[in-house]
């Protein structure tokens, strides 16, 4: 199990799962082997220079955990992450970003139809 000992959020979401992956596998279901995308959520963090630290070792089948968006007065009333979601969209909108795959050996797959 790939696990981030460094990121007690990421921590506590391996341990918040487990039950769920126990299940699955019980059931021949298949779930991704790690995880990241977890960060402080600072006002000033700078998604750029964090994103890529996200896939050092990630083994294939992993799943990085994004909430781009655009942000509109209804979401500022309900999200205060609202400034890190628009940061998160352009960065992975950036032309920078397929390069950055590329760099660490990684394709984004598609959706399956109808999902």
Known sequence: M????ADQK?????ILSSGFRRLA?????GVNPAFAGTYS????AD???IFPKFLR????????????????AELQRLD???????REYFFLIDEA???????????????????
């Not at 205060?80 to 628009?86: S, V």
């Open 2 to 5: 790939y696990k981030r000992l």
């Open 10 to 14: 990421a921590i506590a979401l391996d």
């Open 25 to 29: 596998n019980r059931h021949g279901l």
């Open 41 to 44: 959520f600072a006002k000033n």
């Open 47 to 49: 998604y750029a220079q």
């Open 57 to 72: 070792g990630l083994p294939n089948g992993s799943v990085v955990m994004c909430h781009p968006g655009f942000v509109d």
């Open 80 to 86: 205060p992450l609202t400034t890190l979601r628009e």
């Open 97 to 115: 970003f397929p390069s950055l795959l590329d760099a660490h050996g990684l394709t984004l797959l598609p959706l399956p139809p109808n999902s």
